[in-house]
C-alpha cells in the first residue's frame, strides 16, 4: 500500500516537472518552418494520391481499405488546419497569443476580429480531426491484417 502511494506520488511530481506540451508547436524560423509548411503540403499530397489510387482499384469495396481512405481523408483535413495555425502563428500578425496561467491564455485578434480569435481557437484543436484519422487508420489495418473478416461479404464464395 505505501508502496503504490509513492508511486502515485512520484508519478505527480513527475507530471509537473513535465514542460508543456502544445498540439501546434512552433518550429524555428525561418528553415525549420518553411520545411515543416513544405511537408504539410507534400503530406496532403500523398494523401489525396492514396485515396485516388485506392478508388481508381475499386479497393475501397473492401471495409480495411474503406476505412484507411477516410483516415486518408480526416489526415488531409488535419494537415490542412496544421498548416493554417502555422501560418497565423509564425507568419501573420493577425493572432497574438498571451499566456494567462497554465491553464489558461489569451488570444488577441488584430483589428477586434472576435470571430478570428474563435477561429484560431478552433483550429488549434487539431486532435479533433487527427485522432478520427488515426482511429481510422488503426482499425482499417486491423481489418486489412484479420482475413476473415477483411473479405466483402458480397465475395464470399464467388470464386
Known sequence: MKINRLFWL???FLFRLAPPAYATQAHGAPEGLY??????????????I????????HLVR???????QYASVFFILWS????????????????RVARASDWQIHIYAAGDRAWLGLLYYFM???HLLCVPGMVFLYM????????????D??????S
Open 10 to 12: 512520484g508519478w505527480i
Open 35 to 48: 520545411t515543416h509548411q513544405l511537408s504539410h503540403i507534400f503530406f496532403i499530397v500523398a494523401m489525396g
Open 50 to 57: 492514396l485515396i485516388y489510387w485506392l478508388r481508381s482499384r
Open 62 to 68: 473492401q471495409p480495411g481499405w474503406r476505412l484507411i
Open 80 to 95: 490542412l488546419d496544421a498548416f493554417l495555425v502555422h501560418y497565423m502563428d509564425e507568419q501573420t500578425e493577425l493572432i
Open 124 to 126: 488549434k484543436l487539431d
Open 140 to 151: 482499417g489495418l486491423r481489418r486489412l491484417t484479420d482475413p476473415v473478416r477483411s473479405m
Open 153 to 158: 461479404p458480397g465475395q464470399e464464395g464467388s
